[in-house]
């Protein structure tokens, strides 16, 4: 797979972006541009870590990654999980839209690292009208923030 890039650096993991000034805490995820062997396009975003309760361990240990333990009523009963923060598959990651299966990326870019969800999708919304995404047969999105759809703009 090809490395993600960055300011002309690549990035094949978290430490990169740590040594690149970036704070954990300041890194919600980031918008991407994938180019593919076909020369196709793709404008897209990524989170860097996503949450999971899973139940918690006999000997109440911590996993790594704890955040917080939870209680939710199921069949009348209390239920205890624990919320872990995992990191996503981002450094393998594509695309989510159809249009991306099966397609080699030849030069992933990391566009701009965003520090919430917020940030996150005004940025990829930017960046794919700066790359005016809709109109360029080029690229393979197929609609901006699911407002604004390819063949539907008038």
Same mark, same amino acid.
């Given at each position: 797979?090809?490395?993600?890039?960055?300011?002309? #650096?690549? *990035?094949?993991?978290?430490?990169? %972006?740590?040594?690149?000034?970036?704070?954990?805490?300041?890194?919600?995820?980031?918008?991407?541009?994938?180019?593919?062997?076909?020369?196709?396009?793709?404008?897209?975003?990524?989170?860097?870590?996503?949450?999971?309760? %899973?139940? *918690?361990?006999?000997?109440?240990?911590?996993?790594?990654?704890? %955040?917080?333990?939870?209680?939710?009523?199921?069949?009348?009963?209390?239920?205890?999980?624990?919320?872990?923060?995992?990191?996503?598959?981002?450094?393998?990651?594509?695309?989510?839209?159809?249009?991306?299966?099966?397609?080699?990326?030849?030069?992933?870019?990391?566009?701009? /690292?965003?520090?919430?969800? #917020?940030?996150?999708?005004?940025?990829?919304?930017?960046?794919?009208?700066?790359?005016?995404?809709?109109? =360029?047969? =080029?690229?393979? =999105?197929? =609609? /901006?923030?699911?407002?604004?759809? #390819?063949?539907?703009?008038?």
């Amino acid at each position: 797979m090809v490395s993600w890039k960055y300011d002309g #650096r690549e *990035i094949d993991c978290l430490g990169d %972006l740590f040594d690149l000034g970036f704070e954990s805490d300041k890194m919600f995820g980031f918008v991407y541009l994938v180019e593919f062997d076909c020369g196709k396009c793709y404008v897209g975003k990524k989170i860097f870590f996503h949450t999971i309760e %899973l139940p *918690i361990l006999k000997d109440r240990k911590h996993r790594y990654g704890h %955040l917080k333990f939870v209680t939710h009523i199921r069949d009348g009963h209390k239920v205890k999980f624990e919320v872990v923060e995992k990191e996503t598959n981002w450094l393998d990651y594509v695309g989510s839209c159809k249009e991306v299966e099966g397609l080699t990326p030849s030069r992933r870019l990391i566009l701009e /690292i965003c520090q919430s969800k #917020r940030e996150l999708t005004y940025k990829e919304i930017l960046w794919q009208f700066k790359y005016s995404v809709l109109e =360029n047969e =080029n690229f393979l =999105n197929s =609609n /901006i923030g699911g407002k604004f759809f #390819r063949g539907n703009l008038a």
